[in-house]
């Protein structure tokens, strides 16, 4: 940083509306906003690399040029770094030759020294120097050998490629998740600003100047900070990549599902990316009320976990058995039991829960339930996460899910069946849990082959968060949607909620029944629906944290 | 080209620190701290600092001016990359710079860089001399273009030696005739004078809280009242379109009032009017020949009266 | 003999205080300078005509004047002294013969504006006059003039020297300020101007040398003495740096509107042109070269060498007669550009580089038909979208030797028999990479 620039001035609902005059047509926007803001707002889109929406203003790119007028009649200025002002004149490329040449000539600009990567590129497909070029550029190359590129690099990693051509930095370890790639890098300065305004840890910089510039860490030490994948979403480019997801899927076999984080209480907003039934990495979503457009190191690798240690079965007393058996015997043994201690799971959705209500409700005092964590709370990192690993804690107490698991513990000895939801208390905390082995039958329904399926008599699987419909309230009253993707490990694997219908026999056919239930205890859910819960969620009336 | 070597073996920190920090250059370098009111405002010096000691800048001193001045070690690493004269590998003992920019070109830069290229048997991209006596480096405008083609060896410009020192003189720029005096009196000294005795990379640090004797160190303090209060200027009388006398005039942005003052004939002036400090001009009735001023007055206080002016016909 | 505002000191020993005072310096610090309000002195400047003497030429008094009186943060005065624009030497000399002369103005521009701290940015190279300012600014704290209550006034002011490490991107005013505070030299996005929000977020003013040292003259001798020299809108003298194929470069204070001739050729001045003159640099490398044609008409002061589109700028003369390759000049300049580049924007990163290595392979007989055309529309493109003037000052020459000179440069060209070869390399096949 140089300098004291401040982040965007972005649109809000109640931003007061002024009109000014974009290509020779008057149209309101909203007053005092960055001026690439207040286009996008009436449907232009201005081509940028430097500029975001969660980040300081730099104004070094100088892709997303306009004309405005100014004290010398109309002229090129940054649209990052325009203000609104009632009454202004613009001119995008629409209407102005000179704005089509600038931002043109930007492109050759950046292509000039940029090295021919995109066949071994991770970012293909959805790079910025790829869509900007097809958006402003297309210009023809030129170009030749006898010119030559300057290719950026730090000193210690530019080298001589088998053609003796003088090349920069390409594909280094700067650290335990990411690769830098010195040579793609358009300076554009995004992660040096993350780094230091968003991750409070000033670790990348650009080094030198001219186009021997180039961007780096400090010789030697590594990019290593519970947020440093970020950089590999905000690089325009294929400079930043992500280690654990080099060479794995072009981007553009990828479908994407909408869900929010499970790992934390905030609930960062993410979309899982998957293609043959198999997730392949996990995305930001942007919500600016929630994580703005980061998630942490954790959230984003726990794709992985989805596809490793599934328990994609059921497995009675050890052994193996089918599925739809293990649920039967499940349902019989609570049919038949004198008391069953039923464990809730803020890890679970609202439907879920609901679905395990509904089943202690239809069993009377036959069926006790149980809830709450074992888990240590942690501070909230002011960038993503509340540091609460219960994600569904908030819905789980507006359901009225119990936090009394230490009760249970004390009263083991009162019941004959233990029923543990997608709730790995074993891991949490084993010796509390050891208690719970005199209960003689022990039903785990889990998704994973965890330590509290190890001690289980008889386990279920279930699907995984990723691969479920429902809803989650975070630690700020809202209510999110969670997205099914379709990854799970057996197509034969089933929503908690579901198994817990089969097992109670209440009879629902979708989450919706589960939904419905829940928002008979919860009033704040009344009159309520997914659609209009919408992609970035509601804060639920009166819920306060 | 710029100083910026391609493969060095950097020392380790245990090398480095010992060396850096000793009393004389801590205390060096807190002075130098004093004078910004934030500490990272003496990264620039404190790099100097840390070169003018070791003879040049490896990543450990980076680290160590980065820690003084409270900044991250990458933006020191980075800000030391972006200046051209930190030095990022040991040169010669003497540090020969040519300027190869437009004046000195048209005045034969070239043909003395080619000449002590060949004399010195290395190229002009900063590289060392096998014997390490000495380092070439073409560079940009020196600012010294009258006396084109410049060099500077070390900190010191030098067209020539006069009277046994390096030296340029009026007029007298660099030849190959005058290059190879100038090596010949540096191998000299080499030989007379084993170490090159260290330069004070920050030309004469004044020692006192701030660096000078009188002075009071960082401060973002803010400067006491001092001036006195700010008077009406160049107060005019003129007539408006219907007949109505009218005065302006020039006055500071801080005035808080304008006093008004009349006077006919001899004698005092007297107060007619007191207006708001955001005035600039007056109009009313006022006889011919009336002598008006202006007093402004600000929170300082009532500043001297303006000039006098005439109410014209 | 024309009247001397900065220079008439040279060669005296000015550098000692006590020579300085007997030739009559530091004597505005006196009820001179003590008497006047803020407001009154910044009048006074607008009134002498001052325009800064680094370059732009912007109203120094009305640059003083858009700094805020009453906000509470410290203001900041700033020296440029990084003299870096190609050709121009003037405010080195300055420092070394004059350096009391700087710290009067230094103090005058203080008591403007109510400046506490000040920095004199001192290019890195420039060892020697730092060392002289340093001598000096001690000696002015040894006689009261500079600390706690300057010659008996509540008036108090500290000045520190700042050594730069080789940027000549830091002459620009807020890559100066970003290096002072500790950054890499690179320019700002304006507004916030440096009158408002500068150096460590206050308000700031920065002024060349040059300029600075003009107004202990002024305070003594008045602004209309001042203004009645030079011309109407151009007023006072300036400090020509001149070089080249001159007979006697050298450091030149002359009345601005003196005619470029006189300088060149002058008795007073450089007594001579060395050989026939085929152009002449008027305002420094950014500025356009003149045709000594063009040069015969031309007057040295800022409206008249606008007229002839070019600037006066830092007032750094470069003549260079018809011995002299005109390409071999611009390719100097290109590199320069390119190195100097800070890098910051994509036009001029990208651009200084890439033009200079296609002028790089004309010059070495690789060119081809098309290349000068293709210099040409770079250089137009990072002229007008970059974050500050460095891609325009790499523009200007570029565009005004090919344009004025463009037979030397087609006659580089045509030395290569391949010149019509098409663009692309002769080796180039489609998959030729993966062979």
Redesign the interface.
Known sequence: ?????SKPILPKPDTKRVVINVDGADVEVPDGTNLIEALKTIGIDTPHFCYHQDLP?A?????C?IETDGPRGM??AIAC?TPVRAGMKVATDRSSEKVK??RK??M???L??HP?DCPICDKAGECTLQDNYMAAGKHES?M?????K?YKGSPEFRHEDSKGQERGGKHIDIGPRVVLDQERC??CDRCTRFMRDVAGSEQLY?A??????FIGTFPGQPLDHEYDLNVTDICPVGALTGKHFRFQQRVWMLSKTETVAPDDSLGANITVEHHDDQAWRIMPRRNPDVNASWISNATRLQYRRLSEDRLASGSFRGTEVRLADAIERAGGLVQSARKVALVASGHLTIEDNAAILAMAGAFGSRVEVFGGSWLSVGAPDGIARSGDPVANRMGCKLLGVPDNLDDLVRRAGEFDVLVVVGHDLWAADSAKAAALEKIPERIVLASWHDATVAKSTLAVGVRAWAEVRGTMVNCQGRIQRLNAAPVAPSPDLEPVWQVISKMGRLDWSSELDAFRFAQSRIPALAGLNYRTIGSMGRILEGVAP | ??HHPVHVVQPADAEILPKLETPAVISRLEELIR????K??????A??LAQETLGWLPNAAIRWAALK?E?SPV?AY??SM?????KKEPTGRFFLQIC????C???GA?NVIVHAEKVLGVASQGGNTADGLFTLLR??????????PVM?VN???ATDVVDGELAMP??VGLTTERFDRIVAWCRARAVAIPTEPA????????V?T???????GA?????????????A?GLGSSRTEDGKVKLSW?????TTTFHLETRSGSGEFAALASLSGKDKEWIGELAVGTEVRLVAESAVGR?KPSNIAKVVA | MATLTVTQNFGKGAQDIGVYKSLGGYSSLSSRL????????I?LVMRSGLRGRGGAGFPTGMKWSFVP??S????YLVVNAD???????K??RLMLEDPHRLIEGMIICG?AL????AYIYV??????A??A???A??QA??A?L???NIAG?????????????????CGEE?ALI?????????P??KPPFPAV?GA???PTCVNNVETLMALPWILENGPEAYAKMGTPKSPGTKVF?????VK????YEAPLGTPLMEILEGKDYCQGVVGTLKGV?PGG?SSPALTAEEAKQANLDYEALAGLKTMLGSG?V?A?NTT?SVV??LA??T??Y??????????C??????AD??LK?VVSG?GRDGDLE?ILD?AA??T????CPLGAADSAPIINFIGKFRSEFDAVVAKNPDRGEP???K??RPGA?WE
């Open positions: 940083m140089s300098n004291s620039y203003v104004g070094n790119c100088r892709q040029m002229g090129l770094y040449i600038a000539s930007v050759e600009f950046l000039a020294n021919l030129r030749r050998d006898d010119i030559g300057q358009i300076l650009i030198a100047r001219g186009d021997h510039a | 080209m710029s004078r910004y009111p934030v990272r405002g003496a990264l620039l010096q790099l100097w001045c900044v933006h980075g800000v972006f200046y051209t004269m930190y190869q920019n437009v004046s070109h048209i005045q070239e560079v940009e405008c020196l600012g010294a273009c009258g006396n084109g500077q900190d010191d410009f009026d007029g330069r004070d990379s920050l030309g004469g640090m004044l006192g701030g660096g000078h004797p009188g002075a009071t401060t973002s303090a803010v400067q006491g009242i001092y001036a006195p209060p700010a008077p200027l020039r006055a500071a942005p801080e500043a | 003590f008497d006047l309000s803020q407001f009154e002195l009048d009186r009453n509470g943060k410290p203001v003299e870096g624009e190609p050709g121009t030497f405010d080195h008591w109510g400046v506490r701290t290019r890195g190279e420039f060892l020697p730092i060392e300012l340093n001598a600014v001690k704290y040894e009261g500079l600390g706690k006034t509540s008036f108090c002011m500290d000045i520190y020297v700042h050594r730069g490490a080789g940027a000549y991107i807020t970003n290096s002072l505070e500790g950054f890499k030299g690179q700002r996005l929000s460590f977020a206050s740096s001149v070089s080249g194929d006697r470069p050298g450091v640099i490398s750094a470069v260079f002299r071999g000049m100097s300049l590199r320069f390119a190195h100097e580049s800070c890098g910051q924007c994509t036009p990163r990208e651009g200084t580089g890439y290595r296609i392979t690789h293709q770079l493109n990072f007008s979208s970059t974050i663009r692309l390399s080796n180039f990479f």
